[in-house]
């Protein structure tokens, strides 16, 4: 995709330009994926009036055999691991004859801003603040036809642990289990560590995976997610193993798909982040459950699985068409566990058949 990247860095470059900056240094790995279609350990991203660069550390000859390497890009490499590829690029921005070089700083830590500093003192610095991560908010097809494969492998992979016996086995051998599948059925690894919670364990956002066994009665929360070509995507489900489930679990499942279902109807281009987060919200405070809900409904996915936007209380901002989010209520209940659904969709007007839903295993309560 080399006209694609080279796009979205003239893209940025106009953007900076206009804010008075001549050059732009982008450190962020996953800024740089993005821009360059590669991040290999330690670059950065030189975008000039010129000709823009990769700065790296070491030999890329070295490279390991299949690693990915930019093919629309000068490479500049300083030949071993040692040195900054932020600063010797900061001295070659001035070298070219820039004037303000646009930085991200909500990513370089103080020492780092100061050797840049130091290494070219009559080069301006200024904040280019979370520019490229706007930027990646609106997908385009090929990023939403990544995000749609990496769905369908976590629905495989989800669907075969369904088919298979629970009872007895830990939450650490089922979460393992479920990260070799994905590998199996192409993910290039998993999006993030695979969360399964059984019994009292269930429903809690972000559950480590323990030696507890699997019982029957319990319920069992599983968090998985594919990583395919960069791209990463996410899948929560609830299910009660061995038996019917109880009264309770039934009410408790119930009201939490509710509040879900809340969340992906709200998912309209022009919506407010935290009006989304407010319909699937009230659902679960009405009932009482307002202190077991989390701090977030919902989040951006793509290069990395917790991006823009955030579907919180206090999130600022309106949904743009062809953004791809989580919408993932919980309600977890200490002692007793709880339940929690998670799908990722791609913002989509009315007119376009609303939201689409990338993750489609059943979100019926099943009995496994």
Same mark, same amino acid.
């Given at each position: 995709? &080399?006209?694609?990247?080279?796009?979205?860095?003239?893209?940025?470059?106009?953007?900076?330009?206009?804010?008075?900056?001549?050059?732009?240094?982008?450190?962020?790995?996953?800024?740089?994926?993005?821009?360059?279609?590669?991040?290999?350990?330690?670059?950065?991203?030189?975008?000039?009036?010129?000709?823009?660069?990769? !700065?790296?550390?070491?030999?890329?000859?070295?490279?390991? *055999?299949?690693?990915?390497?930019?093919?629309?890009?000068?490479?500049?490499?300083?030949?071993?691991?040692?040195?900054?590829?932020?600063?010797?690029?900061?001295?070659?921005?001035?070298?070219?004859?820039? %004037?303000?070089?646009?930085?991200?700083?909500?990513?370089?830590?103080?020492?780092?801003?100061?050797?840049?500093?130091?290494?070219?003192?009559?080069?301006?610095?200024?904040?280019?603040?979370?520019? $490229?991560?706007?930027?990646?908010? !609106?997908?385009?097809?090929?990023?939403?036809?990544?995000?749609?494969?990496?769905?369908?492998?976590?629905?495989?992979?989800?669907?075969?642990?369904?088919?298979?016996?629970? *009872?007895?086995?830990?939450?650490?051998?089922?979460?393992?289990?479920?990260?070799?599948?994905?590998?199996?059925?192409?993910?290039?690894?998993?999006?993030?560590?695979?969360?399964?919670? %059984?019994?009292?364990?269930?429903?809690?956002?972000?559950?480590?995976?323990?030696?507890?066994?699997?019982?029957?009665?319990?319920?069992?929360?599983?968090?998985?997610?594919?990583?395919?070509?960069?791209?990463?995507? #996410?899948?929560?489900?609830?299910?009660?193993?061995?038996?019917?489930?109880?009264?309770?679990?039934?009410?408790?499942?119930?009201?939490?798909?509710?509040?879900?279902?809340?969340?992906? #109807?709200?998912?309209?281009?022009?919506?407010?982040?935290?009006?989304?987060?407010?319909?699937?919200?009230? *659902?679960?405070?009405?009932?009482?459950?307002?202190?077991?809900?989390?701090?977030?409904?919902?989040?951006?996915?793509?290069?990395?699985?917790? #991006?823009?936007?955030?579907?919180?209380?206090?999130?600022?901002?309106?949904?743009?068409?062809?953004?791809? $989010?989580?919408?993932?209520?919980?309600?977890?209940?200490?002692?007793?566990?709880?339940?929690?659904?998670?799908?990722?969709?791609?913002?989509?007007?009315?007119?376009?058949?609303? &939201?689409?839903?990338?993750?489609?295993?059943?979100?019926?309560?099943?009995?496994?």
């Amino acid at each position: 995709m &080399p006209e694609v990247h080279a796009a979205r860095r003239t893209r940025l470059r106009s953007h900076c330009e206009a804010a008075g900056s001549d050059a732009v240094l982008v450190s962020r790995p996953a800024n740089i994926t993005y821009l360059a279609g590669c991040a290999p350990p330690g670059a950065v991203l030189l975008l000039g009036s010129g000709e823009d660069m990769l !700065v790296r550390p070491g030999d890329p000859a070295q490279d390991p *055999v299949g690693a990915p390497q930019p093919d629309d890009l000068r490479i500049h490499a300083l030949g071993g691991p040692e040195g900054d590829a932020a600063v010797a690029a900061t001295g070659l921005a001035a070298a070219g004859g820039a %004037t303000v070089l646009a930085v991200e700083e909500h990513h370089l830590t103080v020492a780092r801003h100061r050797a840049l500093a130091s290494v070219a003192p009559r080069l301006a610095l200024t904040d280019l603040c979370r520019a $490229v991560e706007q930027q990646r908010l !609106v997908k385009d097809d090929e990023e939403i036809a990544c995000l749609r494969i990496a769905a369908e492998i976590g629905d495989q992979a989800l669907g075969e642990l369904l088919e298979s016996i629970l *009872v007895g086995r830990t939450e650490r051998h089922l979460a393992l289990e479920l990260e070799r599948r994905l590998v199996d059925h192409g993910a290039e690894g998993p999006a993030f560590p695979t969360a399964v919670g %059984t019994g009292p364990h269930a429903g809690r956002a972000g559950h480590v995976p323990t030696d507890r066994r699997v019982e029957e009665g319990d319920f069992l929360t599983v968090c998985l997610g594919a990583r395919y070509r960069g791209y990463r995507c #996410e899948i929560g489900r609830t299910f009660v193993v061995g038996t019917a489930p109880d009264d309770w679990q039934i009410e408790l499942y119930d009201l939490v798909f509710a509040a879900q279902r809340a969340g992906r #109807e709200a998912l309209t281009p022009g919506a407010e982040y935290r009006e989304v987060d407010r319909a699937a919200r009230q *659902v679960l405070t009405a009932a009482g459950h307002g202190d077991g809900v989390g701090p977030f409904t919902g989040h951006g996915v793509g290069l990395e699985i917790d #991006e823009d936007p955030r579907l919180a209380p206090a999130a600022m901002g309106k949904l743009d068409a062809r953004v791809p $989010v989580t919408v993932e209520p919980g309600v977890h209940l200490p002692g007793r566990g709880g339940v929690r659904i998670d799908d990722t969709l791609v913002v989509r007007s009315p007119a376009d058949g609303g &939201p689409e839903l990338l993750t489609i295993t059943t979100k019926e309560l099943l009995a496994l």
